[in-house]
């Protein structure tokens, strides 16, 4: 076998029946050097046997969503230099070269993280998950206290609390079948993820940290990785649901105005075009006069606005980071806008289905954390550059520009690592066998005898 | 008898689900029960059997899982799945085909059917 970290797992289960054979020779009377060699001679030709493991354990290479994502990056590069082009022909527009310059630094620093992820042995973490865990939160808080602070919010904590979901992922290994004491620690930190996030303060930051450990957490649940039973995880489930929405009517209540107008705004631009109405009548009249392909029209943003404009770019701000989909729209028409969205959401869809079929818990939870975060980037940003932009929005993943690239890259890439390692046998050791199984039954099987559990038949 | 490679080549996997479909085993279990069944006419090697379950588990058709209640050592056992199941109808038929067009030609005659 030339994949030397899938002899570890295969090992074990060699050894093991070697010495079931070995003490089946025993039991009929061989010695104990005798009913070695017949065991060893029983495996078979060790270079055949080799040989067949070689061919069904393999890495398996990820050439199409490596593919799929070099294709992204490529495409918000070349975005981030149209964009610039488009400024640079205005003297109206100020196109600072920087975000051009910077894009290109965090994607060749990101898909430097990405390739090290990838080929990274994802494992290691599952040896000490809670030290991991420890390491990573402490990391965390010194990243967050560390901050620069601007106009009153921790711009580069919106960077780190992304990586909480993983840490979220490490804990609920870490405290696999610990019953109780593994959900109430795990809703202890997934609350404390959340109040971080709350106060950098971001609530988009806080809504993605927040969905994603209680995702997390209830596919554990549902799949008795807590040790817990399936009625009590419903139970759990629902309480949960019942909590975070108290939770959100209260802050939204404590919160009072803000929230109220924040709506208000969303719902009925038009009555302060020019205030708090203003960013969803702008991109509500851009997707109206936006074409199928080709540049759009530019009048129905000067009849709600009541003033006539020259270029879009004087329009939206921070067109590079925070409204890259609507200026696409707007440039290069719906189609170019919809493929946009479409590749994202399939390379989305593809992790998370990927995620979902993965057998073992660390592997499950760490791509489904990372497919998350993804996704819930994707639907706000999406959202915002829609003119529904009741949360605000962090990134359109690979396209927009930010620091979030480098994030989504590492993401990506531990994403990939697992799936890529998805052959490594073993993996089902990193899994505990589900409560509820046919031992939980009163009558089964357990080698080759028929058991009743007669202190079940007490109980009941 | 020994018929671990000519007897069983293409069956395998099918012998191998087809004891799965009643109960969860480890590997060594299903050797002795299939060597047990068959009345010793099917021999196979555990360095056949590895790379099978491993190939079956690949696809989808088998799980695993580690188990060491009530043992001396902990077992990895391994679970038919709902596709695997569906999979070992599918065999079972293309074998009872196989089995009654061979009867046939040994048997000899007409086939009015």
Redesign the interface.
């Known amino acids: 076998m030339r994949w030397k970290r899938a002899r570890a797992g ?1 090992g ?3 050894y ?6 070995r003490d ?1 020779c025993v039991a009929e009377g061989m010695d104990e050097e005798a009913a070695i060699a017949e065991s060893l001679r ?5 270079v ?2 080799g040989t ?2 070689d ?3 393999r890495p398996k290479p990820q050439w199409g969503a490596l593919a799929l994502v070099g294709l992204l990056l490529l495409i918000g590069c070349a975005l981030s230099v149209s964009l610039r082009r488009v400024a640079a022909a205005d003297p109206m527009l100020s196109a600072p070269a920087y975000y051009e310059q910077r894009w290109i630094i965090y994607a060749l620093v990101g898909s430097a993280v990405l390739l090290l992820a990838y080929f990274w042995d994802y494992t290691s973490l599952g040896r000490r998950p809670l030290v991991f865990f420890g390491g990573g939160t402490a990391a965390l808080c010194w990243l967050w206290t560390h901050s620069l602070l601007f106009n009153g919010a921790r711009y580069q904590a919106k960077y780190y609390i992304l990586f909480a979901p993983v840490l979220m992922a490490l804990l609920l290994y870490g405290l696999r079948s610990k019953k109780w004491l593994g959900f109430v620690a795990c809703l202890g930190a997934s609350a404390a993820f959340v109040l971080a996030a709350l106060c950098i303060p971001s609530v988009a930051c806080a809504l993605l940290v927040g969905m994603t450990c209680v995702l997390l957490t209830l596919v554990a649940l549902w799949r008795g990785w807590l040790g817990l039973s399936q009625k009590q995880a419903a139970g759990l489930t629902c309480g949960w649901g019942a909590a975070a929405l108290a939770l959100f009517l209260l802050i939204g209540a404590r919160c009072g105005d803000y929230f109220r107008h924040r709506i208000y705004a969303v719902l009925h631009p038009e009555t302060d075009p020019l205030g708090r109405g203003y960013l969803p009548t702008v991109i509500r009249a851009l997707l109206r006069g936006a074409k199928w392909t080709g540049e759009g029209d530019l009048g129905e943003v000067a009849r709600a606005l009541g003033q006539s404009t020259s270029a879009v770019e004087t329009l939206l701000p921070e067109i590079p980071s925070d409204f890259m989909l609507t200026w696409v729209i707007y440039r290069f028409g719906l189609l170019a806008g919809l493929a946009l969205v479409g590749l994202l959401t399939a390379l989305i869809v593809w992790m998370f289905r990927k995620a979902l079929r993965q ?1 073992g818990m660390l592997g499950c939870l760490l791509s489904l954390s990372a497919a998350c975060v993804l996704g819930i980037q994707l639907v706000l940003y999406t959202a915002q550059n829609l003119g529904l932009s009741l949360f605000g929005a962090l990134s359109l993943p690979l396209l927009s520009y930010g620091r979030y690239t480098v994030v989504n890259l590492a993401l990506i890439g531990l994403a990939l690592s697992v799936f890529r390692e998805e ?1 490594l ?1 073993g993996q ?2 990193l ?1 505990v ?2 409560a509820g199984n ?2 939980k039954a009163l009558i089964f ?4 005898d028929l058991v009743i559990g007669l202190s079940r038949l007490r109980k009941q | 008898m020994d018929m671990d490679k000519s007897g069983l080549s293409g069956s395998a996997d099918m012998l191998i689900m087809t004891l799965l479909r009643e109960r969860d085993m480890y590997g060594y279990q299903m050797i002795e029960d299939l060597r047990r069944r068959s009345d010793h006419t099917f021999d196979l090697k555990a360095g056949t059997l590895y790379p099978l379950l491993h190939s079956l588990e690949e696809k989808g058709w088998v799980t695993s899982y580690q188990d060491a209640a009530g043992a001396a050592r902990p077992r990895k056992y391994y679970h038919l799945t709902d596709a695997g199941g569906e999979r070992l109808r599918e065999k079972w038929e293309r074998w009872r085909r196989y089995a009654r067009a061979v009867d046939r030609v040994l048997e000899g005659g007409e086939c009015f059917g």
């Not at chain 1, 093991?16 to 054979?21: G, T, W, Y």
């Not at chain 1, 029983?42 to 060790?46: A, I, L, N, S």
């Open positions: 295969l074990g289960e060699l093991a029946h070697l010495l079931d054979q089946a029983q495996m078979g030709d060790p055949d046997v067949q493991l061919r069904v354990h057998q052959r046998p089902n050791g899994s066998r589900r046919a031992e099987w357990r080698d080759g």
